[in-house]
C-alpha cells in the first residue's frame, strides 16, 4: 500500500549536504546576487502575495542580530517575490530574533523588511517552497534551544553553514537534534476510529493518540505502549502498519504515522494527558464536523492525513 503524501515531507531541492564545510561558503554566497534568502522569526517566514518571499543577499544586508543557514540548491524559484533568473541557485536562511514571549523578555524591534510574516502551518505553496521552510523551522528551533555546550556550559559557534555548533572549550561538535514521535489511527473492530482530546486543548477537538519513543524502544513498541498507557486498550501486533513520515518542527519532531487495530474497546484515559476519548464512526464524524461539535486537526498535520485516510476522503471543515 502507498504511504501517506504528506504536506511536510515534500522537497524539490538538493540539501548539498557536502557543500557544508566549504571554507567562506556563507559569507561568498552572500556576496553571490543570484542567492536566495529567505527569513524566519521563530517558526514564521516572511511571505509576499501568500508566497514565500526569496530576498537578495543585499536585501537582507541590512538586518542586525541573525543566524544564517545554508539550506542547500535548488531550481530558481519562479514566482514569490523572487528576482528573475534561471538554472540553479543557493538558498539561504536568515533567522532573526523573535520577538520573544518569556516573562521580562525585552522587546525586539519589528525588522525592516516589506512582507508578511506566516506560520508554517498556515503556507499553502509548492513543494519547493515548503521543503525549504520546514528545513529553515526546525534548523531556527535547534539553534534557538542549544545554545551551549552540554559538555562544559560554553558558549557555542554556529558552523558549517548552521549544521554544526562548536565548542572552542572542549572542541566538541554538535548536531541537529530530531525527537521521533510516534502518531497512530487506532480502529476497533467495527473500524470506528479512537478521537481524543488532551487537557490543554479547547473542548470539541479531537485528534488521534501519539507519543515520544523512548530510549531503547522500537516504533511498534512504542505505538502499543502509547495507546496502553493513554487510553488503556491493547492492539493486534500484527495489525500496526507504517503510513509515512514527516518533520513537525515544533520544535523538532520526526512524526512518525501508523494505524493499526484494536483488541479490546473499553476506554480507561490517563486523566493528566487525556481529557476525553472515544469511538467515532465515519457517519458520526462527518455530522459532529457538519455541525461544529467536532474539531479536526489542520490540514497540514499527519494527524489528519491519518484520519481522512481512515475516513476514505478529505473531511470538510
Keep these: ?6 504536506p511536510f515531507a515534500r522537497a524539490a531541492h538538493d540539501r548539498a549536504a557536502h557543500r557544508r564545510a566549504e571554507p567562506g561558503l556563507l559569507d561568498d554566497l552572500l556576496k553571490e546576487p543570484a542567492t536566495r534568502v529567505l527569513v524566519v522569526r521563530g517558526t514564521r517566514v516572511a511571505t509576499a502575495d501568500q508566497r514565500v518571499a526569496f530576498l537578495a543577499p543585499d536585501d537582507v544586508a541590512h538586518l542586525g542580530a541573525r543566524t544564517v543557514l545554508f539550506l542547500g540548491e535548488g531550481a530558481d524559484a519562479p514566482e514569490g517575490g523572487a ?6 541557485v543557493a538558498y539561504l536562511a536568515v533567522v532573526l530574533a523573535d520577538t520573544g514571549r518569556a516573562p521580562g523578555a525585552d522587546p525586539v524591534p519589528e525588522p525592516d523588511l516589506d512582507v ?3 506560520g508554517l502551518r498556515s503556507l499553502d505553496a509548492p ?5 525549504l521552510v520546514v528545513e529553515a523551522v526546525a534548523l531556527a528551533q535547534w539553534h534557538a534551544v542549544y545554545t551551549h555546550c552540554p559538555l562544559c556550559g560554553t558558549r557555542t559557534e554556529v558552523r558549517q553553514g548552521g549544521w554544526v555548533r562548536h565548542c572552542p572549550a572542549d572542541e566538541s561538535n554538535h548536531f541537529p537534534r530530531t525527537d521521533p514521535a510516534v502518531i497512530m489511527a487506532i480502529t476497533d473492530a467495527d473500524d470506528r476510529l479512537l478521537l481524543a482530546r488532551g487537557p490543554q486543548w479547547d473542548p470539541g477537538r479531537r485528534s488521534v493518540l501519539a507519543g515520544f519513543v ?8 512504542a505505538v502499543a505502549r502509547e495507546t496502553g498507557e493513554e487510553v488503556g486498550i491493547t492492539l493486534d501486533p500484527a495489525s500496526i502498519e507504517y503510513r509515512g513520515s514527516q518533520s513537525w518542527p515544533f520544535p523538532a519532531s520526526l512524526m512518525l504515522g501508523f494505524r493499526a487495530r484494536a483488541t479490546s474497546t473499553e476506554l480507561v484515559r490517563q486523566e493528566d494527558e487525556i481529557a476525553e476519548a472515544s469511538w467515532f464512526t465515519r457517519d458520526e464524524v462527518a455530522t459532529a464536523v457538519a455541525d461544529g461539535h467536532l474539531g479536526l486537526p489542520g490540514r497540514a498535520s499527519i494527524a489528519r492525513s491519518l484520519i481522512e485516510e481512515w475516513f476514505g476522503g478529505p473531511i470538510g471543515d
Excluded at 528576482?83 to 540553479?88: F, H, Q
Design 83 to 88: 528576482p528573475e533568473g534561471d538554472g540553479t
Design 127 to 131: 513543494d519547493l517552497e515548503v521543503g
Design 1 to 6: 500500500m502507498r504511504s501517506l503524501d504528506l
Design 214 to 221: 523512548e530510549p531503547g524502544e522500537g516504533l511498534e513498541q
Design 116 to 118: 508578511e510574516w506566516t
